[in-house]
């Protein structure tokens, strides 16, 4: 039976609001995420057939049809090296209709294509009495790990990730899209937050799913420590690489919050990046997609005017989401650390998980 790995929070608390109770992107009321990892074989490189380190993780906003239901949206673009899917439409019109995906780089076209699959079973409509659809897949490349252009990623396994999905618990680190991804030059992958933002008589949660695929050994930095730095003799088979990569952020909230609003915390999550070490290379695909539960679209209304409630931006209550963003992105990229054992992947190439009991004494060394 294999250890569980802590969470960061276990070892040293991060920032000052509190998490919610499962400190995790399900703690915003209807969210479910869904997972299919992907491991098979063992040894040297054969295109198309393995050794396999990869898989496809799924968001879904709420219980409701998405399509039907859409959410209030928002993207941001940190750095543009990548190739997502559907981010253009959230920026224009402000909603989301699909799920959200995650999936390695070569596989965004296999999974959009998976996800349209799904859409049109349960909207037979779309694209006959009505418009089309806007998938939604957001990436990073496993290829270190992974026989990436076998392009593993199936239909069964996006389904099931999908139809799988859960708000009981969301498992981290090398599972689902986070499975052949690694991190400050360790084993990287799926990590999750989340903040409670308590305001007069309200508590709104703000919660964050990452897959984390960036960064270099030095500048790895939990709580202020320069941890990267005094691990740098560590075994590290990836010191050659460049610090380019990626990350994608998923970020949640039950707030009533509008795209514009939305957009002004996806703008903050690179301070979380930067509390961690992150500097956004040159060659990093950045990509961050938010949205709110809260007021739900209908796609077909007999009404030309909409009404609803939104948080006022009076600098107190705003700057509570702002500082909960920072923090529950620098949690989950931290979890996402913690929360990856060692993965050999392809040609024996070794993304080494976070060793946490030296972590520990390097944080007990400097008195935290």
């Given at each position: 039976m294999q250890t569980r790995?802590?969470?960061i929070r276990e070892i040293i608390s991060i920032g000052e609001l509190p998490p919610g109770p499962m400190n995790s992107i399900i703690d915003v009321k209807g969210v479910k995420v869904g997972h299919s990892t992907i491991i098979r074989g063992e040894g040297e490189l054969k295109i198309g057939e393995g050794p396999v380190r990869t898989g496809v993780t799924a968001i879904i906003p709420h219980v409701g049809n998405v399509y039907q239901e859409k959410v209030t949206a928002a993207a941001h673009v940190i750095n543009g090296f990548?190739?997502?899917?559907?981010?253009?439409?959230i920026q224009e019109l402000g909603s989301l209709e699909t799920?959200?995906?995650?999936?390695?780089?070569?596989?965004?076209?296999?999974?959009?294509?998976?996800?349209?699959?799904?859409?049109?079973?349960t909207n037979p409509e779309i694209g006959i009495t009505t418009g089309t659809v806007n998938p939604v897949v957001g990436e990073c490349n496993d290829g270190y790990l992974n026989d990436i252009q076998g392009r593993h990623v199936s239909e069964a396994d996006v389904l099931a990730a999908i139809e799988g999905a859960t708000n009981c618990s969301v498992e981290e680190g090398a599972v689902?899209?986070?499975?052949?991804?690694?991190?400050?030059?360790?084993?990287?992958?799926?990590?999750t937050a989340s903040r409670l933002i308590q305001y007069e008589e309200e508590t709104y949660v703000v919660g964050v799913l990452v897959v984390s695929n960036f960064g270099r050994r030095e500048d790895l930095t939990i709580a202020g420590i320069p941890i990267g730095r005094e691990l740098k003799d560590w075994p590290n088979e990836t010191q050659n690489k460049t610090d380019d990569g990626s990350i994608m952020i998923v970020l949640a909230t039950d707030a009533p919050l509008s795209s514009r609003q939305l957009g002004r915390l996806a703008r903050?999550?690179?301070?979380?990046?930067?509390?961690?070490?992150?500097?956004v290379s040159h060659g990093s695909g950045d990509f961050v997609i938010a949205f709110s539960t809260t007021y739900r679209k209908p796609h077909k209304t007999e009404h030309h005017l909409a009404q609803w409630e939104r948080i006022l931006e009076d600098g107190k209550l705003i700057d509570l989401f702002f500082r909960g963003t920072v923090e529950v992105v620098e949690e989950a990229v931290l979890n996402s650390l913690t929360g990856s054992k060692t993965v050999v992947g392809r040609d024996?190439?070794?993304?080494?998980?976070?060793?946490?009991?030296?972590?520990?004494?390097?944080?007990?060394?400097?008195?935290?």
């Open positions: 790995r802590p969470r990548g190739k997502s899917i559907g981010l253009a439409q799920p959200i995906l995650l999936t390695n780089t070569l596989n965004v076209a296999r999974v959009s294509d998976a996800l349209i699959t799904y859409m049109l079973k689902g899209a986070g499975t052949g991804m690694y991190c400050y030059h360790f084993k990287g992958g799926i990590g903050r999550v690179p301070l979380g990046l930067a509390r961690t070490g992150s500097i024996g190439h070794t993304a080494y998980g976070l060793p946490i009991e030296q972590v520990k004494e390097l944080l007990t060394r400097y008195g935290r």
